[in-house]
């Protein structure tokens, strides 16, 4: 048999890590969590589904605490649901039989949930029944009328609109915006209640596919015909009417996407000439071109992600089997290169109150999710996951806090986790930890969930004195990210004796602290002495997937 | 000089699980060969499964004996046959390019066995120890002691075969254009074609029954049902059914007879064992009006058919037969899709079956028709590997906990897996206990840490031991060593060590584990229950026993015999 050396087998160097997972709610918590939940005034809010019945509860991670905001019921039906203005919009319909889809929303407290008017919404399981678009909500009654929500009032249009596409619109201000029906293939305009055809406008076969609106001016971006590869065209409305079409334009012909970006207004164009190019324009306020700005040859801009000081930018390539690359530009339009792939897909963007978080995730087997990290002093920092699966992200502009939703690739356990720049007190303290220089002497420390769902630490501590062997235990429940623990020494029995009472005298204590994925701080005072020990883990890789490690970008 | 101490284990408070309790353990180690990938077989030493891991497909062996597991091949396999207890597979090496492999279940011994290439279905057959694939060409291959054998020139799309000798087969084909079946019979190297018939069937494939000196076949003709006797020898000509039984649905072959399902106007609701000499039958099962049979295996001493509800996509059902056709009482479970029938163990048949409200339910019956089920839930049922000669089987199992599929081994005692991590004490012996910590190197290799916080006469004692760590292991032997001749926290000074004796581990339920420690001061056997921690009960899961009583059943399916 071979032996092994007990406390001297080496973790083989110590790894600076940077961020790591730690668990933000209990499993019990996200148990029937169908869809990704929703960040409310750092409340997750989640939809939960049993068998034929849905409830919506939150859990606050800063108090742990959870509430039901509606019960379970069957055949009820939460659909439809909106972050707006910090808080949480959805349509509820509680009669399975009648089409009654009430309007409610939620702080993320129970005492904050409440319908919102008495009007009957149109209501469908898309997102399309209910809308933001600057900054004002907008819904629609189940007979066509159109309405404006605000904090304690609403308007209702009754402009009759068949069904409108919602994801499309054009909002001036209060009681002005432009709109499509989608059922009569019309745009129009209502203004204080009146409604103006605008379709006319259009060129008589027209698919819209964008509407936005940038600094006063509302661009229609659509595609003249219904093939699919119909050119594109831009219709630009200003306020007071007055309209413009980019093809009649020599500069602007073949534009195909606005947007705006620190207040300004942009367009990507795509260049005719050979090889076909794409341009990033600016935009002047009243919607002729300005400059020039970045020209790319072999591909067309595609989608765009607009963080608070970024732009990332799908580059595509002409040719189909070439690789996609994305840019990171910032406001001086300097960009950078950060992923290239065939196929290769948006990130997700979560964008918090002091950092933008863009996530990579690797949908096959190789668990890897890439996380960049964009401070607002525009700096980039990139953290590699490896061991999770990535099933969700769920941030808000008014907390610094990001949940992921991620599967446990040894486990396929799923559950909600935080970024953190160390451990915490959690699982991944869980081992055998010692200094190689303290020889044969060491901690152990194991972290337990009772069957009454608290969590303790326990930890034994294995040592000498005065030559002879000395053992000490303790254990405390914990829910920080140190841990003191108060140290007992027991003597008096002997060796596996049943009922042979021991006696308990006080040694000292321990303050645990995690610093890293494989190193632990231990601070045991005792006889009014403090001794601090810098412990690293016995080499054990089953933790290692609670820690990122930072890449170069 | 100390005395040597015997310590009985008291009783203890909690409540025993019944014996017959069984445990599963998931098989594949995820950190070193991913996950469970939809192939396993049980040869008579080896569990031979696929696992994939960041993409890449391999084959993984598990001795039976020793439970040491060995990647047999790295790459992308299929149609995992096994036959004489090896296993056959077929590999793609480049796009749409395969050939044959086989493996003993060890590294050494897995090998290809030819550079013909093979056709993309792979392996045909195995049975009766013969393996038939086919070539690119579709010309029909056998393998004989690891040879490839060419039967040569006809291209041939087999939907079944029957196999006299290792040079008499006859094969059933599919024409296209007219949609018939063609019937050829290998005449030493040679594919000849000999019978011609149509069927419009395209639901239900022919198949061929091979009972006696004679292939049987039933096929569906212009909505008639014909049946053919095929001879030894090449003859083919309609079976000539007995006059006291009704229309002949399918046949099968048990125990060197010949058995029909049939019935009147396509309600095929009855079983006939025909006599040997095929004129007539000598026993019968019928169904209750509304089912029908629709397909039939046979395990050990054991028919199992599969029974339709008699309307359109009505539920399935399995019923299970002896040889004299009386009923075997079979737990009552339907579905919409029945592929997976049952598996032979050496003495016993096993089914398995998936309900909402039970679980996943193992059905057993023994050779003397003794029927035990076992129930396990938070799973989905997916099959079973199993061998005849091995008592061992292994379960595939879809945890609805994690969504995912495993292979796991089924036992009265649970394996060690990460759920022994964490402390373990006996509630009367104050302050003592065990901290056992299991931990995965960087190289890959599982370990056993174990400490012992204790005392000797009256001052504290710490032991501790370190042990590799295999698969499956139920128990596991440490050796725990004394420590002394230091300060407190001291740096840079070694103690002196003395191997203090040595610590057997056994689990014996997910909370309970018994331990035996020897040395030559002490000889201590002992119980020690979990501190309150359920952070691994998901590791430990088990069937127990579901009664048979009050299962609705089986009378509203069966009949009584006749």
Redesign the interface.
Known sequence: MIKISLFIMLFGSFSSFSLSWNQAIPVDEVRNLVNEPYLINDRLVLKKVWRNMVALESYNSLTNESETLIEFAEDQRIDNIIKFNDMLYFLLKVNPLASEHRLWKTDGTASGTVQVNDLNFYGSVTQEALQEHNNTLFAQTDNGGIIEIYDNSFTVHEVHSNWSDFSKMCVFGANDFILQDFYNNTIFRVTNGTKVDLTDKFPTAYVVLNMEVINNQCYVQFADGIDWNAPTDVLRISTDGESQLFSESQSLAGVYQIFEFNNQTYVFRKNMDQPISSSLIKLNSDGSLSEEMLTLENGTYDEIIKTKNHLLVSFKPNNYFEDTHHFLINENLDYQLTRSGIYLELPDYRPTLEIDYVIYPTYNSSNQIDILELSNSAELNIFKSKGFNYRFSVSSEFSNVIYFGLTDVVTNLFNVFILNDAPKIGISINGIWHDPELKNQGLFIRQGIRNNNSTYIFTSLYTFRDGKPLWLAGNADYNQNSITIDLYEYYGANFLEYFDETQQSEFGQITIEMLGCDELQATVEHNNESKVFNLSRIDNTTYNKFCLEQTIP | MKTI?C?TA?LTLLILIPANSQYINPIVD??KE??YSNLAILTDTHLVYQA????ISSLWSMNLNSKVKQKLFTGSISSLKKQNNQVYFTVQFESNKYRLWSSDGTKENTQMLSETLIGRNGILYSNQGRILAQNQQLQLLQVQSNQIINFGLKPLTPNSICVFDDNNLVILSESAEPKSYILSRTVGMVVNDFYQFNSEDDITLPQFVHSGDSCFLSYRDQEELQTLIISKDGNVSSFVQPNDIPKISFFFSHLDRLYVAAGEENVFNSIYRLTPDLTTYDKSASLNPGFIYEGAVTRNDFIVTRVRENYFEGRLFKVILNADLDFIPTYYNSSQVTTDLAYELPSDVLTGFYNPNDGVVLQFISSNEEVNLMRIQDYYYKGITSNPNSDEFYLILT?Q????TDIFSYSDRPKINNSI???WH?H?????GL?I?K????NGSD?L?T?F??????????L???E?LLPEQNQIEV?L???????????????N?ELFGQLKIQIETCNRIKTE?ISDA?D?S?NLYR?????YD?LCNKFTPLPFDNMPANNLIMEQNK
Not at chain 2, 481 to 495: M, S
């Open positions: 101490k310590i008291l995820y950190s991913g996950v994939k891991k960041e993409e945890s906990k994690s969504g995912r991590i964490g402390t006996e009367d012996i104050y302050s003592q901290v910590q931990g995965q190197r960087n370990y840490f400490t916080y204790t005392f000797d006469m009256g001052e504290p004692l710490w501790a031991g370190n590799e050796a060593y004394k420590y002394d001749g230091i300060q407190l926290f001291e740096y840079n000074n070694t103690p060590s420690f002490y201590v002992i501190i309150d921690d359920k952070s998901y």
